[in-house]
């Protein structure tokens, strides 16, 4: 439910001058919010090439924590329908443009026997 | 006024009377605009106004759909969700907790732990002002007998959602009913989705397969055993021997997953039932569902004497958002309008009457 | 000699004579020495010696398993067969077909290559002097109608494996069935495997997820769940909501694949059936299946008149194979002294009688 | 079924004198022989080091295929029982005395909605 509208458009940011570090905004494909702890991953695929886990943070509300770290997170929320921010490290610098951008949401529904979350792909303009 | 002729209310005490009003209530769950709430194209208020504007007076509320920071809902969102139950003139007729058992990745939350998150749950139930609350499906029995004391204590009812595929003969809510008369049916109760009374297989399921290219003689198939109330047991392996491939192996699951029972297996529970969730996937026009025959079951509810709330539980969106437009409101309206001629609001609007 | 007094045959024909021989033949698919063929413990010959040793002559093969080759099994590899029922004195009772749909990687078998596939196994199994065939249950009943021509040809008959969880008014078994009646039952029948008569979990699959650390309170949940006949349908789901981690979930998985049917459903369908898989778990003693009520079976077909093979199949070796070592000849040996008393030909050796 | 039976005792052997080619002898899990087309494949780890399938060979009566051409095998078979034998390539030289050795059978069974095969891992000597 909610894949097509997983990542949100327009906002493709490179974060530095080199564009080697760059963020997107995600949804989370669910119907209420959850606890980050349950949040198992949120995985990018940008032009083809996977970003490392270690190397991609997730932001809400102004908080940032680095996504292999979201497990241990029991006080805090990714609500309903809220972008987060996704910032990553590309190996090789994004050149401006299109970029075609894949998220994978991969998260723990106690009431699922299968995983939870859900894929999108879009085709993103770097701003 | 209700049509008579063609209610079948025969059983119903007052079914001599021709203008009675019906002692259910209606309402609508606010899990029905998820789609427009989570694209912001409603706010909070606007569904509760959307509600309160077709005369679904009880509003169910998802505290972790509609508000932020559960548990812990800041004042504000709930002093603001008092004052817009106070000028829509609407009420808090339930709110559905979860049990997230699988909050920590390396354990299971211990039977302590979820008895407590319950207990959070009723604390928040009672800051909203619901006399009821949805207990998810997967809540152990065990549970809900160790947080009824609580519930009584604070003046609510914790009510089972009997969701398909179970029913009212199944082992696990066998086991849920010997606590719930060991409790006296004071803190406990059932909360039936109408989701167990799948008659139809939901077009909007189906049609979905087949745009994303299920074949057509399989997706038929499934959807014919599933109206013939065949056997589904076995349905997946048979859609495999056929060389069925993940969308209509995905259809044969889904299939699986949907039941149809009879209605009148409530009756004999009715004095548990404090609310029902009026699960639906496509109002035809404003007088029928398409899977779920509502012209059957309200008779049922009304001759086991339920004064509860019919609370709307739109499920069609998330079958059809791939390719339409969803519209909630159309889809909540249409199911209010069957409603309040099913109720005896207003004459039918059916012309084949 | 038939023990009147417990066998309960009151509506046999034969029920008046003491000392009646039931017209039910026994033999041994040699599917039941599978482990020590494998190993090469037991040699072909030495199947074949062991099942006429018991009194079971009628030698039920799975070509692809026994022989080597298929479908082009080699002359001398026939007559070897052949020579060996000539001096045991036993008989082909059927061979068993498989339909390899997914032979190739990257497509499904056509609907001519299923048949021709069929039509091949048809020419092996009158190579092999064998009456029926057993077509495997993925067979579908549009490749049974389109081979049946072809095994009236040649006096052979193929017929579906009815195995669990499939049934007699099960979907799939009912589009067979209009397909054998439309034909004629002469080149078409069934073969019931007695898997759908499992009245109670066997022990030896709950006691194997015991030995791979599974929980006891959830493998008591589930076998006692299924020895009452609840509804297994969301069991997975009940063992996911108390916690079950890969092994509990493995044996819910498993619960839902065993089935129990009253044996009576084969009555109306007696004259399609030419041959029985009489599968089993464990022999507790000479005289009892731990799972399967024999003794409630074997009426029914007596009382249908049934006069073909009670063809061993034995399925527990998968189950303990892990712990202990597979005795398969005494598992077969105690299989067919049961038989033998509940067919009459031997006084009962319960006790209890 | 038959785990613990795939991989045969005492079947380890280096086919050349510096050790980097080995074989290994197994048995299909399964109660009767399949087509070599229904074979997806038997994969190898040696010592914790994962053989590449492009790196194996699998030898049933003097007939040897790669294994990465088992799919197209439509005219020969693995029966039941039989052993196979699967040649490899080590990455550095096998030594002589024990290895811990896994394999992996993977069948396509037409009836199974799943995928079949089993898995065994034995300490093995190499003769
Ligand atoms: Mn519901
Ligand atoms: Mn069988």
Known sequence: MYDKHILIEDSLHSSDGDRTHASVEVRMPYYRGLGLSMVEGVDLVVDGRPIPADATTFTVRGTTYPITGLAEVLDDRWEMGEPARIDFDAATPLGPGEHTVTAVVRLRISYMPVPGGGRDTKTLTLA | MRDISRSGFRDHPSAEMLFVVSAIKRGVSLYSYQEEFFLRTMSLEDCIAHAASIGALGIEVIPEQSMTGHPHIPDDQIAQWRAWMEQYGTTTSATDLFLDTK???????????????????????????????????????????????????????????????????????????????????????????????????????????????????????IVDLYDDHGDTHALMDIVHYRGGGPVEMGLARQATHFIYRDPAEMLPHMDLIGHVQAKFYEMVDDTTEYSIPYDRIIPVFEQGGFSGYLSSEYEGNRHIEDAFEVDSREEVRRQHAMFATLLGEKPSTDSKA
């Open chain 2, 103 to 221: 909050r920590h990745r390396d354990r299971w939350l211990s039977h302590e732990e979820q008895v407590a998150s319950v207990r959070s749950d009723i604390d928040l139930a009672v800051r909203l002002g619901a006399p009821v609350i949805r207990a998810i499906i997967n809540t152990p029995p065990e549970v809900m007998r160790d947080a009824a004391p609580y519930a009584r204590d604070n003046g609510v009812r914790l009510l089972l959602e009997v969701h398909a595929p179970f029913h009212y003969s199944h082992p696990w809510i066998l086991e849920h009913l010997e606590v719930m008369h060991a409790e006296g049916g004071v803190g406990l109760g059932l909360m039936p989705d109408m989701g167990t009374f799948v008659e139809r297989f939901p077009r909007v399921v189906s049609d979905r397969a087949l745009r994303e290219g299920g074949r057509k003689d399989l997706v038929d198939y």
